[in-house]
């Protein structure tokens, strides 16, 4: 079993105590980088080391009479430290722990959402090798097209999901970088050593160039990375709506002993799940949109950003944590109906194999034009007349006799044929690592 992360340790991440803590953690990593430069006197140091502390309350109280979040946590921090204290901040503008404190906590919150990708596409696999040769009907418009199989559709997902492990990976490590570069990120007041010790001990790297920020490019990469993945997510609910609707009901959302569907009907089943992660991924593509207006900020910098990212960034990662979370069990307990999926395979009474019998035709000599209208217009007859079979109209034209016998016909109408590359694609996909 995949270690699941619950939905609470997302939320921990950026809740105040974690925030201050990891505040308090990058100002003593600075102070124990200058005193090993000899600019701290290692006494003060190690009183900051065994006092340093913060109360959020108290950080809060102070907040509304400063107007200033980290100017409140500093006093406060300074209240148990006491003289000492003064080396704390030293050199340093508010963003270079604000910053360097959000990096960390997009890395924090990146690495449970990859854990729970990695499970989803396990679960995929799982799936796709259960119901490699559960055949069904493929559409397109929404239309019955040719056969497919229920494996090939869990199959796309586990492939596409494959793909955002790869980019919620790059998103993580763009975003996983820090600075401790003064107020015009120059190093006016710092030496640049300092910004790499906190760095390598917070597990970041150091900005190459920062201003009075981290570039929001980066951040715009990470929340557009994960408005892709609610995209695949939502496709993947979208398909079960469909799948579960009365007419079709060839899968269907995980009904509980106990659950209700609606007030009013006792009968219904709804797929509430499915239309939840649907919803939830239209926030993640606005909140996308949102951090891609904050790349663009006035000279070194300006806080038309900061507001914004308060709200979508915690917002996005909780959201797709929950998603996730969501996807994992539906996924897992999607009920499937394979009968139903033969028995709406059928129910155009051969049409699915139209192009079969086209390129057929073309292979026996006669022009695609001409093969197109030879199985054309028998299979219109079939739309109109529900009495009637594509195989049996064929076998009834003059004009495909000429070119095909019953036998042909019968084998071109064999359900098998569907199914011959089935292995050539989980080969490359499935069973490929």
Not at 247 to 260: C, D, I
Not at 339 to 367: C, D, H, P, Y
Not at 394 to 405: F, G, P, R, W
Request: net charge neutral.
């Amino acid at each position: 079993m995949i270690e699941r992360y619950t939905l609470p340790e997302m939320g921990k991440i950026w809740e105040d105590e974690f925030k201050f803590s990891t505040w308090l953690k990058i100002e003593i990593l600075a102070v124990e980088a200058r005193a090993k430069a000899g600019e701290v006197p290692k006494e003060d140091l190690q009183k900051i080391k065994e006092r340093a502390s913060f109360d959020v309350k108290r950080i809060l109280e102070i907040e509304k009479e400063t107007k200033h979040d980290v100017i409140a946590f500093l006093t406060n921090v300074a209240e148990h430290v006491g003289k000492a204290s003064r080396h704390i901040h030293y050199g340093m503008t508010s963003s270079d722990i604000l910053d360097t404190t959000l990096a960390y906590q997009m890395k924090s919150a990146g690495e449970i959402l990859l854990r729970q990708l990695r499970e989803l596409r396990e679960i995929l696999r799982r799936r796709a090798i259960e119901n490699k040769h559960t055949l069904c009907i493929g559409r397109s418009h929404g239309i019955h097209a040719e056969p497919t199989t229920m494996g090939l559709k869990f199959t796309l997902w586990f492939e596409e999901t494959g793909r955002n492990i790869k980019r919620l990976q790059e998103a993580i490590e763009t975003i996983s970088v820090g600075q401790i570069s003064g107020a015009v990120g120059t190093f006016d007041h710092l030496s640049p050593d300092v910004e790499k010790y906190v760095c390598e001990k917070m597990g970041l790297k150091p900005a190459p160039v920062s201003t009075q920020v981290i570039q929001r490019d980066r951040h715009a990469h990470f929340l557009t990375t994960l408005a892709i993945i609610g995209a695949t997510l939502e496709k993947m609910a979208i398909e079960v709506r469909h799948l579960q609707r009365t007419e079709v009901l060839e899968a269907e959302e995980y009904f509980s002993k106990g659950q209700k569907g609606s007030s009013a009907m006792p009968h219904k089943r709804n797929p509430i799940v499915s239309e939840r992660i649907t919803g939830l991924s239209r926030l993640l593509r606005s909140n996308s949109m949102a951090a891609l207006e904050n790349v663009a900020l006035w000279h070194e910098r300006d806080i038309s950003h900061s507001s914004v990212e308060r709200v979508i960034i915690p917002d996005s990662t909780i959201i797709l944590n929950y998603m996730l979370d969501l996807m994992i069990k539906l996924m897992d307990n999607l009920l499937l109906y394979p009968e139903n999926m033969i028995q709406n395979l059928n129910k155009t009474r051969g049409l699915i194999f139209s192009q079969k019998v086209l390129l057929k035709l073309v292979e026996k000599g006669a022009s695609r034009e001409d093969a197109y209208l030879m199985v054309q217009k028998p299979a219109m007859d079939v739309w109109r007349d529900k009495s009637k079979t594509l195989l049996g109209e064929l076998k009834n034209s003059a004009e495909v006799k000429q070119y095909l016998t019953e036998k042909e016909l019968e084998e071109i109408f064999n359900l098998d044929n569907a199914l011959k590359n089935i292995d050539v694609i989980f080969a490359r996909t499935i069973e490929k690592e």
